[in-house]
């Protein structure tokens, strides 16, 4: 009778005790959402425009000049 010898297998790895259910899984993605983005009204033009940006059309930013506004 030929019996093989006995070996144990041996992991570093990290291994669950059990599968993450989806309500604990969906609880830690609460924070990962994308909020919508805020527009702020521009005081001169009245027109909508990310707050503590560059106006690309006017290139004004906190009432200096910053860039040459584009020809159309």
């Known amino acids: 009778m030929s019996s093989a010898p006995h070996t144990e297998i041996e992991t570093d790895m ?35 425009r990310r707050p503590h940006h560059v106006d690309l059309k006017t290139g004004m930013y906190r009432g200096r000049q910053v860039l040459t506004p584009k020809e159309d």
């Open 14 to 48: 990290a291994v669950p005790k059990r599968k993450v259910s989806p309500s604990r899984r969906n609880m830690r993605r609460a924070h990962d959402a994308l909020g919508a983005n805020t527009y702020a009204e521009d005081k001169d033009t009245g027109e909508l």
